[in-house]
């Protein structure tokens, strides 16, 4: 099942899926009996043995934690946490290691994001621009602020192929608006926004761009400084590491000026009963003693991309994205949502008459695992009038066979179903 065939798609100059895909134990795994298809890579990814072997390595011989102890254990976890920094810095083509910032995942970040910076700076009768391709954690947090403050949540909508029509978000852009929230690449549909050109538009109004990078970094090269975003949130998890960790970039300049987010231990300088000076960044926002082994494991997931290339990795994945969709879009009665020029790895489609969930349990019994529901985008669902779908996400371990199984499994639950 794992080889790809060449006369169908074009790997990249020295990109082998079938040795890559020996790199992840868990696509050895059997489900119901059957091999495993994963193509629920939107969701979370699958961990290569370089990330589990850097957890392990952590927890057998230098568990400690960091930054408060002169032990050997302790200077050994800091120093790979520095490191770990440091690659996620270089990774995000960051200035500095003081705009990068470990938090919990893309989520905590835009909320880092929404309650610091959003709360300082946003009054009453500001606006804060979404679009209409978000996650539900780039919008209910700018939707609490805006209640907070009497500020005004607009959106700009997206149109019958999942893009965001420029125009209309140009138009959208006032004196008023003063934080533009956007997703990178869309979970639910898979569409690439022209992030950089947007942000232009948006600093022409003098606006603070956010940017939900959470399905991008995985399938592209990102580099913040040439984006000129302001802030930019992703998940360890969704980049081949542990779950529990991400990043938020954010200008120095901005990060300086914000408030702590959260209060407790490293955030501090020194405390008295009477005032708390916070210590320098990036540790001023990351209160508590951090996720050390998601960190280690993160630095060891940048690692394992970087030793493949974005680049092929962004080359093959279009290549298997354009077969999948072809094929897919072929069979009867399935309609794909988002057919935007620029994609990501993702197909979401409906069937006729078929539940998203009654497709996705009758898969998972072949072996093949897709996500159905909402995807937490339901503006999205609205948009196109539907409930739910079914959503097959690709990564570079991804196969032409498997998409070929995907195939054969959605026929099977055609004739079932009929």
């Given at each position: 099942?794992?080889?790809?065939?060449?006369?169908?798609?074009?790997a990249p100059a020295g990109f082998d899926v079938d040795r890559i895909r020996e790199d992840f134990?868990?696509?050895?795994?059997?489900?119901?009996?059957?091999?495993?298809?994963?193509?629920?890579?939107?969701?979370?990814?699958?961990?290569?043995?370089?990330?589990?072997?850097?957890?392990?390595?952590?927890?057998?011989?230098?568990?400690?934690?960091?930054?408060?102890?002169?032990?050997?254990?302790?200077?050994?976890?800091?120093?790979?946490?520095?490191?770990?920094?440091?690659?996620?810095?270089?990774?995000?083509?960051?200035?500095?290691?003081?705009?990068?910032?470990?938090?919990?995942?893309?989520?905590?970040?835009?909320?880092?994001?929404?309650?610091?910076?959003?709360?300082?700076?946003?009054?009453?009768?500001?606006?804060?621009?979404?679009?209409?391709?978000?996650?539900?954690?780039?919008?209910?947090?700018?939707?609490?602020?805006?209640?907070?403050?009497g500020a005004h949540l607009k959106v700009v909508h997206i149109d019958d192929s999942g893009v965001?029509?420029?125009?209309?978000?140009?138009?959208?852009?006032?004196?008023?608006?003063?934080?533009?929230?956007?997703?990178?690449?869309?979970?639910?549909?898979g569409t690439v926004n022209p992030i950089a050109y947007m942000t232009e538009l948006a600093h022409?109004?003098?606006?603070?761009?956010?940017?939900?990078?959470?399905?991008?970094?995985?399938?592209?090269?990102?580099?913040?400084?040439?984006?000129?975003?302001?802030?930019?949130?992703?998940?360890?998890?969704?980049?081949?590491?542990?779950?529990?960790?991400?990043?938020?970039?954010?200008?120095?300049?901005?990060?300086?000026?914000?408030?702590?987010?959260?209060?407790?231990?490293?955030?501090?300088?020194?405390?008295?009963?009477?005032?708390?000076?916070?210590?320098?960044?990036?540790?001023?926002?990351?209160?508590?003693?951090?996720?050390?082994?998601?960190?280690?494991?993160?630095?060891?997931?940048?690692?394992?991309?970087?030793?493949?290339?974005?680049?092929?990795?962004?080359?093959?994945?279009?290549?298997?994205?354009?077969?999948?969709?072809?094929?897919?879009?072929?069979?009867?009665?399935?309609?794909?949502?988002?057919?935007?020029?620029?994609?990501?790895?993702?197909?979401?489609?409906?069937?006729?008459?078929?539940?998203?969930?009654?497709?996705?349990?009758?898969?998972?019994?072949?072996?093949?695992?897709?996500?159905?529901?909402?995807?937490?985008?339901?503006?999205?669902?609205?948009?196109?009038?539907?409930?739910?779908?079914?959503?097959?996400?690709?990564?570079?371990?991804?196969?032409?066979?498997?998409?070929?199984?995907?195939?054969?499994?959605?026929?099977?639950?055609?004739?079932?179903?009929?």
């Amino acid at each position: 099942m794992s080889s790809v065939r060449a006369e169908v798609i074009e790997a990249p100059a020295g990109f082998d899926v079938d040795r890559i895909r020996e790199d992840f134990p868990i696509l050895r795994e059997l489900v119901h009996g059957k091999p495993l298809v994963y193509l629920d890579n939107a969701a979370t990814t699958q961990k290569p043995q370089a990330v589990i072997d850097a957890l392990v390595d952590y927890y057998t011989h230098y568990n400690a934690n960091v930054h408060r102890a002169v032990h050997l254990l302790s200077t050994r976890a800091t120093e790979a946490c520095d490191r770990a920094r440091e690659k996620a810095r270089k990774f995000m083509h960051a200035r500095s290691t003081n705009e990068i910032i470990f938090v919990r995942g893309a989520t905590q970040g835009l909320n880092l994001v929404a309650q610091s910076f959003g709360r300082a700076n946003l009054k009453a009768g500001d606006e804060v621009l979404v679009s209409g391709l978000e996650h539900h954690s780039n919008i209910v947090p700018w939707q609490m602020l805006c209640l907070e403050k009497g500020a005004h949540l607009k959106v700009v909508h997206i149109d019958d192929s999942g893009v965001i029509p420029l125009a209309d978000f140009e138009a959208a852009l006032t004196e008023r608006t003063k934080v533009v929230a956007l997703a990178h690449v869309s979970n639910a549909l898979g569409t690439v926004n022209p992030i950089a050109y947007m942000t232009e538009l948006a600093h022409r109004v003098g606006a603070k761009v956010v940017v939900d990078g959470a399905q991008a970094v995985p399938h592209m090269p990102v580099d913040v400084r040439a984006l000129d975003v302001d802030f930019y949130a992703f998940s360890g998890h969704k980049l081949f590491g542990p779950t529990g960790i991400g990043v938020l970039y954010g200008k120095q300049a901005l990060l300086d000026a914000m408030p702590p987010f959260e209060g407790g231990g490293d955030m501090i300088r020194s405390v008295t009963f009477e005032k708390t000076e916070y210590n320098t960044l990036p540790y001023k926002f990351e209160a508590g003693t951090p996720d050390i082994a998601g960190i280690i494991g993160l630095g060891a997931a940048i690692d394992y991309v970087n030793q493949i290339g974005l680049d092929r990795i962004a080359a093959y994945e279009a290549e298997l994205l354009k077969y999948a969709t072809h094929v897919v879009q072929q069979l009867p009665g399935v309609r794909i949502l988002g057919q935007a020029p620029e994609k990501a790895s993702v197909i979401s489609f409906v069937l006729e008459d078929i539940h998203p969930h009654d497709i996705g349990t009758f898969l998972d019994q072949l072996g093949i695992a897709v996500r159905t529901g909402h995807h937490c985008a339901q503006p999205v669902m609205d948009r196109f009038q539907v409930a739910a779908t079914t959503r097959a996400s690709f990564a570079f371990y991804n196969t032409v066979a498997e998409v070929d199984a995907l195939v054969a499994g959605i026929r099977k639950v055609q004739e079932f179903f009929a």
